[in-house]
């Protein structure tokens, strides 16, 4: 939930990044391909980046690695991008984001990952730019959802090979969102484990984790919501080098990301509902304490009452010389502790 | 509540069944019908089904079973369905939708159950894709809401032989949304008897049932809730081939989903009252616990330190000498205990 | 909030009543007026209605009882309606909802009881279905809030005789909202008598019946919100046959509808505002039980105590033995008392 | 928040004053006035109201008093006002509306005054009339916020003196709505005070205080919320006899409605936050109860037992011969004493 | 959150500084430039604001103080302001605004700084008025976010030199948002802060700590809100001296906006999250004291009655003869106490 934003001030277009310092290499490969040829390999220098976008193939440039602008900057030169856009490909916090700049369309993405341990989701921010016969997708860090992607391209799989290069772009997009699919089972599973625990073994710590919860439905939400405009925005754009095929394909994945928004706000009621389940439960458990407390004094009190009584040492006390007396007195506790016991039983106390 | 999806990352397209595995076997059977005529029976050949469909009669497909994708997959083939609708045949989580393909036309919809016995409601997806002259359904299992159209068709009861594919159509999506009604039925018979349970005896496992009545609230709201932009598009559609009289039917559906959205939200309303008196009623015990340990605490605490007094073994205390010092004790305590009990009559404690 | 429906699965049109069972005779009665006459009485027959249709006067035909379905059948057979109507008038549990059938129009209203022995508002439907020169309406039982209009076309007071139909459907629509007013008031009387008695003497039936209310509200709200959509569909219609006029009234009718639904969300407002302070109510009136136990515990448990050393029996215990040792153990506990309530005091608990 | 409505069932048009009962005369001013010339005085006559308006002044005849309803009839007569605005005049229930009638504008709003006694909003219904060269005003009593606008006009200060007669209706609205201000100021006040209170002695009466500040507000938002689209639907309204002007003036009053509207939304936010807080001190306070409650009886109850031991009368009880055995029971309390204290030192309980 | 308006009842466009009373002068700056030009200094003389205006520049006229209404007005009045425009001027609590005058636009901002110490935002009121060549900003208080603006242009970094009078306006409102984001990280921090406070160490003031946040939190959104319409509004303004590109450094202005109103509805609930923790850490805590309590009564009542058994006078108790009665009391006790610890084990509450 961090809000980072080191470039206050600076005038537009200024490339400042915005993520963590690391000293990695960038990584630039390529792949080019048309349904008879298929190339890849990884690209050394950055401002020869231009010559792989052959008229009659895609070419997918992707780029490992942000945190240095220098380099960035010279991929963006050659294929003639905004200085906005350069900004923005270095500036880690954005929101998905869709925007047309004529020749060539500008994408915001975030690709989620689960970190099981913490139950906290990482996002990473991908930058896609495409235009005719080239897509360029930047990525924080090496690793991602694509590689089914690249098989099916190397391969020849499915009609990838034949299609232009919205196709490609679509497909990227289907990724990230089967993604997030993987995310919410992991989440609902989590949140069924917390069901179990909150019936069997709650503790100040469930609600915790109930928070923990909450906050990563949150930070999936922020990455969704936005989606349903961008795509639907997306399947409106009439370019003239776009398949026909692609506004189904779109659909589809419009569909499912209206799919992932349902199951986030059902996700978010029954979390509402866990809350109240365990504040609940804590109020239930006060009770027993409380009932345990009064069941306890309630019995015991008048009876140590009663034996203070005899425990006293006037002179003159006519019951403490009866030769009965003290069999009586256990007999008036007993009943007293019997009267006691019948009214809690009323009460249903236990 | 689950999320299934392990076909992440496949070529669109592919079908693969999302739902638990089974081993029955697939079961297609169809209706052929128009004013005249009427066939029935089973297909045992799945590539056949084309032959079924002739120019001047209705013809109803329905596949029970989506388990086995090689056979969707011949069916949808020899009708020239899409390649995205035989992945969505198969994939069992869909929400609600309609999808105009030309030709024809693809609707999911959701029946559902109520499992009287855990309080909770099952979900099937109804798969129906219909053009001129045909209407394919495609169900999870065996036992369905259609009984009734098909004895109307048999029996030529009501208008429906006259009709074209559409209304038929609507005439199973009346069937499951009618049968919505049953379930509202059954749930808020439910809540009657929660509300009951709440004020005679409720337990921490009132408020479980509350929450579980809930989910199902909400599990039927995602059902509902899609079909009301679905039938409204459904109404704007025009068709060469549509009956121009199904538009009125549709409006009396489109009713019947507005009252049942209208009884949800009334319910939730109610579950959320029930929550709150549940808390309160818990409020409220705790309540007469405390008072009854404080009545009891309040009274007999002074009195034992009246007892303790007259229990010190000073060698000097006139009083243990005075021939009446017993019975006036009794009296001191006689009255701290009137006095006491006047005070808590005059707050009201009982 | 009982859900009904007994018709699931037959064919669309097929008339079932689903209200409780009554063995009443219906009463059909018509009124039949222009400025210059006025005809009024009773129908035997139900096949005879369209006969009292003239075309230079507007008549109004009520039915009290929609139990028996083939005399309704009749009814709206020789009016010609459509099946989906006459399904539509026998099930008693509609929403409000206005339909054009091109030569007449359907209209559902549901006219409003305040039953102030058990808080709970009572429902009946009432169907009016009109045209050029006729009114038909139906009710569920007989009683209704009409007959102040049949007073005016009576004894031609106002305009109401010199109009057409469809300003008799605005007097009616205008009689049930006037109605709705009334109501409100009596539940607005309602919420502070229990406003009241919260600040008075709350007990857990206050929350019952502010639930209770809030269930009353509910149900008003669900008759009234439709309203909005149907008073202002009936504006924009555009029929030759309609008095330029009743545009005026209706907008009249309309503001009536927005005040209503105005003052039940303020309602809400308040009862929700209710609930918070009668469960501060009930915590804090814990507090005042628990800062009275807490009192005495906290004087008497030390006093307990020193009484409870000199009550000893050590051989060797001087104090026991001093000539002044009684006095100073009161002097001591007196003093222990007195700092004690020096504490309360300034912790201003009493 | 009463709900008035005696009317129900008459005819529309019908006048019935829905007010509290009067018996003050009612009072009828004009002014009369263009750049030049200046006329005001008392109407005595009410059928004669119609000879003020002249061709080339602007007259504004202002009636304080509604409640001889025939008075009120005969001035909306001479100006030929629709039966329903007469309706409306005298019932004083209205929401603040904009209603066009072709030659003349019917506007409601209502003026507030918020009376610090009892922590209440106190709310007048002014209607207002107008066309060209006449603007009719009728309050509920004498004394309103206009006396600035009448000082203006007399003094001939700004412009309005220069402009027609929507200028005044604009000047009319502006005071209303310049007074809502200064309500919500004196409410931001109190409601400091409240926070003030929370924080330094809440008592159960803070809790009614706010929920009576949270019912002023309902008060001024339902006064507040149709003038957002009342004031639109007025700045977009062309009459050839409107000023061009006067938009820009209507633009300023609607930004102040929106300021409005934003205050009063973050005033509820803000009063949501104070029970909340209430609450918890309440809660807080309980729990500081609680544990004073359970050190001293933590402390003393063990400390008592041991007495309670060495008060016992076996016959054969060593300890209570030994010549130490007081000093050493002593000893033992003081350890567990000591022992308790640091516990509680440690749990940080004081 | 004070409201603030002693003006009401003034002729519209009558200048009152609503704002606190201050004594400094006003200090009036102004930078003139194009691509070869700068020019920058003080403007001793308001009336001669206009001449700084030339026709191939752009002039930036700063004022720094707005409580000299007379000076203020001087400037407006050498640009022809509207008579409302300079009413709001010193009007200091308005909301964000866009206005169109035709020959210039009016819009309103407000610019915030975070007082760590109390944790409470500053908001300070920023006017802009600018056409063909001019830019006119009013502020309440010297010192400001834009002076990195003015180095660039001092500088001619960027291309802030090359462009018209509405990239000036852009990178003004650019200066103002990215400031937001600042406040942002500010906020985020503290309530990472507050996050962690509850976790180790809840007292009272944590919540009245996050009550302040919220109002923090309303206050920020108050400025943003509005920004989304008035830069969507500027970004579709068409006027003929705009620069094109000016377009899409709004868009990206925008993003930003959708991204803070984004974030702060995340924090507020993560707020409200944090509100649930407190309340019920300090359930848990009140659940702890109790436990404690009921251990140390349930285990020690029972016991003390034992003792007192023992400790009354009877002459005839045959216990108290018994040799080894006292050794077998304290068997008797040992064994309650250990039978007591082990219910307490198994209900695991140590």
Redesign the interface.
């Known amino acids: ?5 080191q ?8 490339m400042v990044y915005t993520g963590e310092e690391k000293t990695e290499k960038i990584k630039i490969s390529y792949m080019d391909y048309n349904d008879g040829n298929f190339n890849e390999g990884l690209i050394e220098n950055p401002d020869a980046c231009r010559k792989y976008t052959k008229p009659d193939t895609v070419s997918w440039i992707n780029v490992d690695g942000i945190h240095r602008t220098e380099i960035i900057e010279k991929i963006a030169t050659c294929f003639g991008l ?1 200085p ?1 856009i350069m900004e ?1 490909l270095v500036n880690i ?3 998905p ?1 869709l ?1 047309d700049y004529g020749d060539y369309i500008y994408l915001v993405l975030r690709m989620l990952e689960f970190n099981e341990k913490d139950d906290e989701i990482l996002s990473e921010q991908v930058s896609i730019i495409f235009g005719e016969g080239f897509v360029l997708s930047f990525q924080e860090n090496e690793g991602d ?1 694509f590689d ?2 690249r098989e ?1 391209i190397r391969s020849n ?4 090979r034949r299609m232009t290069s919205d196709y490609l772009v679509y ?1 990227l997009i ?2 990230i969102i ?2 997030y ?2 995310i ?2 992991k989440l ?1 599973d989590k949140i ?1 484990d917390l069901e179990e625990e909150l ?1 069997t073994n709650p503790s ?1 710590e469930t ?2 984790k109930i ?1 923990q919860m ?2 990563a439905i ?1 930070e999936l939400r ?1 990455s969704v919501w936005p989606l349903r405009e961008l795509i639907s925005n997306f399947q409106k754009m009439e370019k003239k080098n776009f398949s026909k095929d692609t506004a ?2 779109l ?2 994945v419009f ?1 499912h990301t ?2 992932i928004i ?2 986030i706000e ?2 978010r ?2 979390l509402a ?1 866990l ?13 027993e ?6 069941i ?3 019995i ?6 009663i ?11 006519p ?8 069999p009586m ?1 256990w007999g008036i506790m007993i009943a007293v502790f019997l009267i006691m016991v019948l009214y809690f039983k009323r009460k249903k106390w236990f």
Do not use: C
């Open positions: 939930m961090k809000v980072i934003k470039k206050s001030g600076l005038p537009p277009g200024t905004h906005l923005d916090r954005q929101r984001k925007e959802v089914i992607i099916r799989k499915g009609k990838i497909s289907d990724s089967d993604n699919f993987l919410l089972e609902s069924e019936l100040p609600l915790l928070h909450k906050g949150i922020r189904f394909y659909r589809d569909d209206i799919q349902d199951t059902t996700l009621d029954i509902g809350t109240d389940i365990y504040l609940s439960t804590v109020s239930n458990r006060m009770n304490v409380m009932k345990i407390l009064t306890i004094a309630t015991f009190i008048p009876l140590t009452f034996v203070g009584v005899y425990g006293m040492n006037f002179k003159y006390m019951e403490l010389g009866w030769e009965y007396g003290y007195t």
